[in-house]
């Protein structure tokens, strides 16, 4: 029995040719148009995220939390100079290993210094703002810029360089100002005199 084969009439390739058409062009379009709009909140997960593929651009700022952050990949490198204060760091947290040798001021540390002249220079202090004032002879103040009413306080007759120099010396709170340190300089008998002196402010 023959059989013959029927070629499609032109009006059914037409038919035919829109549909190929409009599938291809569909496909395309909906690869190009997919966006955020497109996507249903919270059904975007992990795995359809392609390794590396994410950038700091792409998180909103203030977004991330502790839970969502690898804790043994946080290093130094991923943190930006200067963004994190006392808050972000856990009690106990940060022990020696963590701090480089002599990379703490004596501010850091809670230990403050002047070394001053007999005629009230300033030659040496453990940080900007010290001053000295000279409030007669043998008396001194000096201002540490900062409340030192709480902290302890020693000194010792000596200049700021080579050399030494006898006498007697007493220290207490500076009465009317909470960040100023009072200075009685003597002689060895006692008699007021002005002599160079190393004031140490522990806090």
């Given at each position: 029995?023959?059989?013959?084969?029927?070629?499609?009439?032109?009006?059914?390739?037409?038919?035919?040719?829109?549909?190929a058409v409009v599938l291809s062009s569909g496909?395309?379009?909906a690869a190009?148009?997919?966006?955020?709009?497109n996507i249903k909140n919270n059904s975007v997960t992990t795995r359809?995220?392609?390794?590396?593929?994410?950038?700091?651009?792409d998180v909103a700022d203030g977004s991330l939390t502790a839970a969502d952050l690898l804790l043994a990949p946080l290093t130094g490198a991923?943190?930006?100079?200067?963004?994190?204060?006392s808050a972000d760091l856990a009690d106990d947290s940060v022990g020696s290993a963590e701090v480089a040798d002599f990379a703490l001021?004596?501010?850091?540390?809670?230990?403050?210094?002047?070394q001053v002249s007999g005629a009230g220079v300033l030659d040496n202090a453990s940080g900007p703002g010290v001053t000295v004032?000279?409030?007669?002879?043998?008396?001194?103040?000096?201002?540490?810029?900062?409340?030192?009413?709480?902290?302890?306080?020693?000194?010792t007759i000596g200049p700021s360089g080579a050399g030494g120099a006898d006498g007697e010396i007493n220290v207490a709170d500076r009465?009317?100002?909470?960040?100023?340190?009072?200075?009685?300089?003597?002689?060895?008998?006692?008699?007021?005199?002005?002599?160079?002196?190393q004031l140490i402010v522990v806090c």
């Open positions: 029995m023959n059989r013959t084969s029927r070629m499609p009439s032109l009006p059914h390739l037409l038919v035919l040719l829109a549909i496909t395309a379009y190009k148009q997919i966006s955020g709009k359809d995220i392609r390794n590396g593929s994410l950038t700091g651009a991923n943190v930006v100079d200067g963004s994190l204060t001021s004596n501010e850091d540390v809670g230990v403050l210094f002047a004032t000279k409030v007669g002879t043998g008396t001194y103040e000096v201002d540490f810029a900062r409340n030192v009413s709480a902290c302890a306080f020693t000194a009465s009317g100002n909470v960040e100023g340190v009072f200075v009685d300089t003597n002689t060895s008998t006692g008699a007021a005199a002005d002599r160079a002196f």
